[in-house]
């Protein structure tokens, strides 16, 4: 008879004093990762506020009178601060075709100038952002109907056309209504281009 072969056994390696989890460990690693957080909070750089860039609203405004025969509005001779950062012509509320532009305030407010020839009741509804009426404002000799939305927040003028060919218009934000009247009074017709 044989005798059976032994298997020599090697004996398991002692395990890591890392993987013991103590908590003088946890404590370092963690402070460890902290300060590379620290770090890249510290180096990475923060936007407080994106900058939006000019368009060409006059430009934008001509080729839209252009395009469609019409009349159309923008302030003139705002002065410093005033900035507008959208020009668009597109279907608005209730497909109605509506040339709008967006101004930036010096105060760091928006006025959003609507206007259309063949404005709805919806269409005035949507763009008071479904404000109520508070009465009548003239300013620089026109009367606009004035809408009061969100609690106060946002103030919208507004001067209905009188016929189909007639531009309602209606200028809202929630800028301070002191630049809105100075908007308004601005307000002046575009000159088709040459």
Do not use: C, H
Request: overall charge negative; proline content about 8%.
């Amino acid at each position: 008879m044989t005798a059976p072969e032994t298997v020599p056994t090697t004996a398991a390696p002692p395990p890591s004093r890392y993987s013991l989890g103590s908590l003088p460990n946890m404590l370092r690693s963690l402070l460890f990762i902290g300060l590379l957080v620290a770090a890249l909070v510290a180096i990475v750089p923060r936007i407080s506020e994106v900058q939006r860039p000019a368009v060409d609203a006059l430009g934008k405004a001509r080729a839209t009178i252009a395009q469609t025969g019409g009349t159309l509005e923008l302030p003139e001779g705002l002065g410093a601060g005033w900035l507008p950062t959208v020009a668009t012509f597109a279907p608005g509320t209730e497909n109605v075709p509506t040339f709008t532009t967006v101004w930036e305030t010096p105060e760091g407010g928006d006025i959003a100038l609507k206007e259309a020839s063949e404005a709805t009741e919806g269409w005035v509804s949507r763009s008071v952002n479904d404000g109520t009426r508070d009465g009548s404002v003239t300013v620089a000799g026109r009367t606009f109907e004035r809408y009061v939305a969100r609690g106060g927040s946002q103030i919208s003028y507004v001067e209905r056309g009188a016929g189909a060919d007639e531009t309602t218009l209606v200028a809202s934000g929630a800028a301070a209504e002191e630049e809105l009247r100075a908007f308004v009074a601005a307000l002046r017709p575009v000159t088709p281009a040459p």
